[in-house]
Nanobody
Framework: QIRLMESGGGSVQAGGSLILSCAAS????????MVWFRQTPGKWREGVAS???????TYADSVKDRFTISPNNDNRTMSLRLNNVKPEDTAIYYC??????????????????????WGQGAQVTVSS
C-alpha cells in the first residue's frame, strides 16, 4: 500500500524557520520525482518545491532562496526547510508523488492532474 505521511507542521513567527518531513512507503521511492504542494482556503493547490530521482531540485518563484527541499533516499524521506517565512506561507502543505515514474518535475513540480498520491497534509501557520 502506497503511503505518504507528513510531519513537522506548526506555528511560527514571520522570519522564523520550520522543517516539514514526508515519509514514503509502498513504492520504489528512488524512481520518482517528489513534490511539495501547499493550499490555502479558496485557492488552488500549488506546487512549491520538487526533487527528481537524479537529485535535481526545482522551486516556485515565491519560495526560491527561502525553502530547501532535501531527499533522503536511504530512509525514504523528504524534507522541506522553510526559512524566513512570511504570513503568506500559511497553508496546508502536502507531500505528493506523480502517477508515473516517467514524469519529471520542472518549475514548481508537476501539475495537480499528474499527481497519483497525496499525503494527509501538515498545517503551517505564520504569524506576523
Amino acid at each position: 500500500q502506497i503511503r505518504l505521511m507528513e510531519s513537522g507542521g506548526g506555528s511560527v513567527q514571520a522570519g522564523g524557520s520550520l522543517i516539514l518531513s514526508c515519509a514514503a512507503s509502498g513504492f520504489a521511492y528512488n524512481d520518482y520525482c517528489m513534490v511539495w504542494f501547499r493550499q490555502t482556503p479558496g485557492k488552488w493547490r500549488e506546487g512549491v518545491a520538487s526533487v527528481n530521482a537524479d537529485g535535481t531540485t526545482t522551486y516556485a518563484d515565491s519560495v526560491k532562496d527561502r525553502f530547501t527541499i532535501s531527499p533522503n533516499n536511504d530512509n525514504r524521506t523528504m524534507s522541506l526547510r522553510l526559512n524566513n517565512v512570511k504570513p503568506e506561507d500559511t497553508a496546508i502543505y502536502y507531500c505528493a508523488r506523480p502517477t508515473s515514474s516517467l514524469r519529471r518535475c520542472r518549475g514548481s513540480g508537476v501539475p495537480v492532474s499528474d499527481v497519483g498520491f497525496w499525503g494527509q497534509g501538515a498545517q503551517v501557520t505564520v504569524s506576523s
